[in-house]
């Protein structure tokens, strides 16, 4: 491996050595070696998050991937020196507390890289990528497999076949060859192209399929070293941020029923909206890998990255994202991936202003008494450009995803719940109610016109019974409404159902007063005159027997789909105190 060292303070680097691939520069002075090589950095650990999947939440595995083999333009292998000198390390070191694990070196893997690389089932630099990507998932996995959270600083975004399917192999040797990891992918493109459906051959689009199976390697040397223990579900990929999604990757996508989210429904929803759904979807008992690419950041953020899409993520969207997944404590990996410093404008408008990327604070100190690594305010004679914000930018969003709610002044998302209500007993229910309610609001709508037809006072009751079903009917509209938007909460249930209960006990009470109340009553009325009765023949006493008839079998009617109502409104509240019970 050719590396090239860096130091992992902000300061500028010494000037880099003739020998190629290879750039010298001190080591920082409070840096020890550990046991097996490995530098260690930092103090204190700040973050108040348990993790539930790192057995040392308090270390870090830093891999810095000088690679860009996966696409065609270069410069985007400098960014994690970059990204480093701008004080990454630092920050995630001094001012966050994390132990650093890693050799102090960016990889260029120059030693890696074939002479001889022809394009192969349409993929350009196939033996390299390959290649490279294999001995990334082996760095990860050298770290992941100690519990430690990993970061891996790219690259193009096809070190991601790398970096995940290490990732996943750890997780599964440490928890369980059946413990499955679940991936975010935040991107504007949605990299599942396959060899045979990409149009432009570089491999930076094709990692997701690589990674679920979609597609297969030959042989070793082209992907076929990865194996079952290296993959990630398709059940388990969520995609955040998407805008420039290829034809056959849509097709992939709606096939294989991967849960995508747009830039359309960021917009719809809002970011807090998203991310409670796509948390959701995974589930609060899986470990996450997150797979960052800056293009999924609008380029007004981020403008040196070699594939920008306007419309993007804001970069309090994208510190939002990472702010969320972390404060799940069941992120194990991040990926921070595209910055090309070599496409940053040479004359940039905006090079004047330092962009508010860091929106840390420390609470003990007056305003102004202290500015971060990334200044929160404009410098008024900064001479920096669109790279320079793209590497404050990122360096923001990189602590972001390792820090703690002690770096933010507001916490996010406490716990994500996902409330398992059970289908079929649910539809049941609301069958059952809204055939017991349209019949009561029928039988005295029909009642109501018998009244009037014999100029006789209507009772208030009949109204009482017609309100009270309506008003049932629009709770079973308002439930489906809710499944639809995937917001049935247990509290909202049981408040209406409540409710509904409890006006619909005082309507069985006057029905039943009605029925078998004192001497007059209905049922007896009914007794005496209809049900004893029995006249034949066509005539005008027959009609109107029968027609009293139909009255009295109303009111039982009525009863009966009251007393079935009461008991469906008792059993929906129980059915959702069980569904609140079993997500604590």
Known sequence: MAPSRISDHAESAAPPSKTPGFVSVPDTPTSTSSSNGSKKFGSMHTSMVDSKFLSHPEELGVVAVGFSGGQCKPGVDAAPSAL???????????????????????????????????????????RAVSAVTRRIADQVYSHA????????????HSIAIGTIGGTAKAIRERFGG?????????????????????????????????????????????????????????????????????AAEK??????GIKAFSMFDIDRHGIGRVM?????????????????????????????????VRGGLTLREGDYICECVHETGSLVAVDLVEVNPSLAPANDI??????????????????????STCPRYPAAASSGSSFTRNKQNLVAMASTVTSGSLVYERRVVEKVHKYHWPAVQLNVWMLIML???????????????????LLLPTPWYFAYFITVAALAVSFIILLLWLIFQRRLLPSIVMIGGFILFVLWLVALIVISVQLWGPSGSVSSN??????????????????????????CQSWQAVFAFGLVGSIFLLWIMIMAYQVFANDR
């Open 350 to 371: 905006g090079a004047h202003e330092t962009v508010r990327a860091d929106p840390r604070r420390v609470s003990s100190e007056a305003p102004g008494d202290k500015l």
């Open 251 to 256: 097709r992939i996508l709606r096939e294989n």
């Open 178 to 246: 059946s413990r499955e990891m679940a991936v975010i992918w935040v991107d504007a493109h949605a990299d599942i192209n396959t060899p045979e459906t990409s149009d432009s051959g570089n491999i930076h689009g094709m990692p997701v399929s690589f990674l679920t199976g979609l597609a297969r390697g030959d042989d070793e040397d082209l992907f076929g070293w990865l194996r079952a223990d290296n993959l990630v579900n398709l059940k388990k990929l969520v995609y955040i941020g998407l805008r420039d999604v290829d």
């Open 526 to 551: 009914c007794n005496l005159f209809v049900f004893n009765a029995n006249p034949l023949g066509q005539s005008l006493n027959t009609l109107a027997w029968l027609e009293q008839r139909s009255i």
């Open 84 to 126: 480093i000198e701008s004080g990454l390390l630092t920050q995630l070191r001094e001012e966050l507390g994390y132990k650093l694990h890693g050799d102090d070196t960016v990889h260029l893997y120059t030693d890696l890289v074939p002479k001889d690389d022809a394009p192969h089932r349409n993929m350009k630099n196939p």
């Open 145 to 156: 497999k100690e519990g430690r959270l990993v970061l891996t600083l790219g690259g193009d």
């Open 435 to 453: 055939i017991a309610s349209c019949t009561i609001i029928g039988v005295f709508a029909a009642f109501i016109q018998i009244q009037q037809a």
């Open 276 to 308: 409670e759904m796509a948390l959701g979807h995974i589930g609060s008992d899986t470990p996450i890998h997150l797979s960052f690419d800056v293009d999924a950041l609008d380029p007004m953020w981020a403008p040196s990255t070699g594939t920008p």
